[in-house]
């Protein structure tokens, strides 16, 4: 299985984006998915993650109240909403895939399928 985040972009602050991560060469739908994000000069930090059934949702305090995961496994995608981005949402942002009938942990270390990363800048 490989992974390809795309949705990033430039957006003002307060705006919205929407994230992708499409699966190719196999299934997603049995497999826990989450975003992570690196910001210039920090360490990469969780953001949201579902488990492979989409009913376990974990959501990083960044993301908190402002950011929806979901997945649509027919599409064999998960995608990451964005709502009221600020300037400290700027980042690369990497979608990653558990091992099968993963939960929805917030630790990288749980993933072991990485996707490129998809650059979110917001700015006033």
């Known amino acids: 299985v490989q992974l390809q985040a795309s949705g990033g972009g430039s957006v003002q602050i307060g705006g919205s984006l929407r994230l992708s991560c499409e699966a190719s060469g196999g299934t997603l739908s049995n497999r826990a998915v989450a975003w992570f994000r690196q910001a210039p000069g920090k360490e990469r930090t969780f953001v949201a993650a579902?488990?492979?059934?989409?009913?376990?949702?974990n959501y990083g305090g960044s993301a908190q109240g402002r950011s929806t995961i979901s997945r649509d496994d027919v599409q064999n995608t998960v995608f990451l909403q964005m709502d009221n981005l600020k300037q400290e949402d700027t980042a690369v942002y990497y979608c990653?895939?558990?091992?099968?009938?993963?939960?929805?942990?917030?630790?990288?270390?749980?993933?072991?399928?990485w996707g490129r990363g998809t650059l979110v800048t917001v700015s006033s």
């Open positions: 990653a895939a558990s091992q099968p009938y993963g939960n929805a942990r917030s630790i990288s270390d749980e993933y072991h399928i």
């Open positions: 579902v488990n492979w059934r989409g009913t376990g949702l």
